[in-house]
């Protein structure tokens, strides 16, 4: 991390200066993935969970993969089978950071407006569902960008690509058949029937609800969860204890911070959307405001697995409903979802188990 924060800081630099111009800020976002995989390609020991999966390639390596699935019961077995193609760990390092990075650049590339491209590099970069997540969390990883290759098909109507591709990701990580419910997500201009002040009332009456009830929605979801589906709770218990029930004083004060500072870009896509007159983009809209109403409403922890799976829809999404806002309302939807993006990062980088991320090492001599 001793370079990876001012490395961000430049490049975000860099691209807010080069905002003006389309030509320019394309290049610059570019040069940012390219930095981004080249960073993240030749990591060493780098990340929390670089040194499970590297234990875990170790141990298929040396005893098979149907070995390695027998006794390990929780991990998918396709992601076991992949992890063997690799000879060396390096090498799947390589493949795991190139798909991220490849998918998202070019999901994005054509559908954000430009002016805006140095706020959504600031989000992979601090937003810890974006960069950071898919650093660590290598089988999140892949899922996540097949689960996007497989939307580029679905916005072209190819629905069975589409379940296929989403299925493949679910046998890399069982977060991933959450993404079938975007089949149910239709292109009308409508939430529910509803009216749009309406959809706005609901929204505001539910972050009230969050902040009541702080973390014991979550809690509560997840252990209904486990209970419908035991086989699951012991890959998933770790990210419910990310959510503490007891929050008092201060960090009751912080969660309900969160909470109104993640209102901000949920009523800005909900506000684009009634004007929105691209079928592609309306379902884009709705993916965002469902995501990132479970994750106000339910706190991160197991919901920040779920969100890796749409983040770049989400960026789109926010991005092109800065469209109908002024330039005040704008800069408060910037100003709150940054906000969000550095303290999640510094509570991430703060945890003990993130001592890997300070000290940035290569494969390189």
């Known amino acids: ?21 389309s030509i320019y800020s394309k290049k610059i976002f570019l040069a940012t993935f390219v930095v981004m995989l080249v960073f993240d390609a030749i990591r060493y020991e780098f990340g929390p969970d670089y040194f499970q999966y590297r234990y875990m390639y170790d141990e298929v390596s040396a005893y098979g993969a149907d070995s390695y699935s027998a006794s390990n019961t929780h991990i998918e077995n396709l992601f076991v089978k ?18 991220w990075l490849l ?11 430009t002016f805006y491209l140095w706020f959504i590099l600031l989000l992979l970069f601090f937003d810890t569902n974006y960069f950071i997540n898919n650093t660590v969390a290598m089988r999140s990883s892949i899922a996540s960008s097949i689960v996007i290759i497989g939307y580029t098909f679905l916005m072209k109507n190819k629905r069975i690509v589409f379940v296929l591709l989403a299925l493949l990701a679910f046998l890399i990580h069982t977060s991933a058949i959450v993404a079938l419910l975007i089949l149910f997500i239709n292109e009308k201009r409508t939430i529910f029937n509803l009216s749009f002040y309406r959809c706005k009332i609901i929204i505001l009456v539910c972050g009230i609800l969050a902040v009541v009830f702080a973390n014991t929605l979550m809690v509560k979801a997840t252990n209904y969860l486990f209970d419908l589906f035991p086989s699951i709770e012991e890959e998933y218990a770790v990210y419910q204890s990310m959510n503490s029930v007891d929050l008092s004083g201060l960090d009751y004060l912080k969660r309900s911070l969160l909470v109104v500072f993640n209102l901000f870009p949920i009523l800005s896509v909900i506000n684009h959307l009634e004007h929105e007159d691209c079928s592609k983009y309306i379902k884009i809209e709705k993916i965002t405001i469902l995501f990132l109403f479970f994750s106000m409403l339910l706190g991160m922890g197991i919901t920040g697995r779920f969100l890796m799976l749409v983040g770049p829809i989400i960026l789109i999404g926010v991005a ?7 330039a005040y309302q704008t800069i408060a939807v910037i100003v709150s979802m940054s906000i969000v993006a550095i ?7 703060l945890m003990p188990y993130s001592y890997s991320f300070w000290q940035y090492k290569t494969i390189l001599p």
């Open 1 to 21: 991390m001793n370079i990876y924060i001012p490395l961000a800081i430049i490049l975000i630099i860099i691209g807010y200066l080069s905002r003006k111009s």
């Open 82 to 99: 992949l992890l063997q193609l690799f000879p060396s760990y390096y090498l799947f390092v390589v493949f795991q950071s190139s798909l």
């Open 320 to 326: 092109r409903s800065f469209r109908s806002l002024s």
């Open 103 to 113: 998918t998202t650049y070019f999901f994005l590339r054509n559908k954000i407006d």
């Open 343 to 349: 303290y999640s990062f510094y509570n991430i980088m």
